[in-house]
């Protein structure tokens, strides 16, 4: 159990897997998992994470990939969100929900490997 309003984190994940799928490559992965890191006391960390295999995301756009209407450069430097029809809205409703978390979601990404997003929750005591 965490502490957190369920539907704005089901929100959140329906997001982040989206994308995860929306920019996966032919045959390759989507994960989604949790780390529960105890703490003293009850107290502790889960750490959601969503990971793909598509084309990564551009070093350059990773500081800006959750303002509103931002695409992102995937492989070949091309905005391919606006083709695939996104809204650019996604990323940024991820960020405001994790902020009314006190919390922040990371993103780490490899071109042409993989992007790996995360955010941590703390453990209800």
């Given at each position: 159990?965490?502490?957190?309003?369920?539907?704005?984190?089901e929100r959140?994940?329906?997001?982040?897997?989206?994308?995860?799928?929306?920019?996966?490559?032919?045959?390759?992965?989507?994960?989604?998992?949790?780390?529960?890191?105890?703490?003293?006391?009850?107290?502790?960390?889960?750490?959601?994470?969503?990971?793909?295999?598509?084309?990564?995301?551009?070093?350059?756009?990773?500081?800006?990939?959750?303002?509103?209407?931002?695409?992102?450069?995937?492989?070949?430097?091309?905005?391919?969100?606006r083709a695939?029809?996104?809204?650019?809205?996604?990323?940024?409703?991820?960020?405001?929900?994790?902020?009314?978390?006190?919390?922040?979601?990371?993103?780490?990404?490899?071109?042409?490997?993989?992007?790996?997003?995360?955010?941590?929750?703390?453990?209800?005591?």
């Amino acid at each position: 159990m965490v502490t957190a309003d369920s539907d704005l984190i089901e929100r959140a994940l329906q997001n982040l897997v989206y994308n995860a799928f929306r920019y996966v490559d032919e045959g390759g992965f989507v994960r989604v998992g949790i780390r529960h890191e105890a703490g003293r006391e009850g107290t502790g960390i889960a750490t959601v994470r969503v990971t793909n295999s598509g084309p990564g995301i551009e070093p350059a756009d990773l500081p800006h990939l959750f303002e509103r209407y931002r695409y992102a450069r995937h492989g070949h430097g091309q905005p391919v969100q606006r083709a695939r029809g996104g809204s650019g809205l996604g990323l940024a409703i991820v960020h405001r929900i994790m902020q009314l978390h006190g919390t922040a979601i990371r993103v780490a990404s490899t071109p042409g490997h993989e992007t790996c997003f995360e955010f941590d929750l703390p453990i209800a005591r």
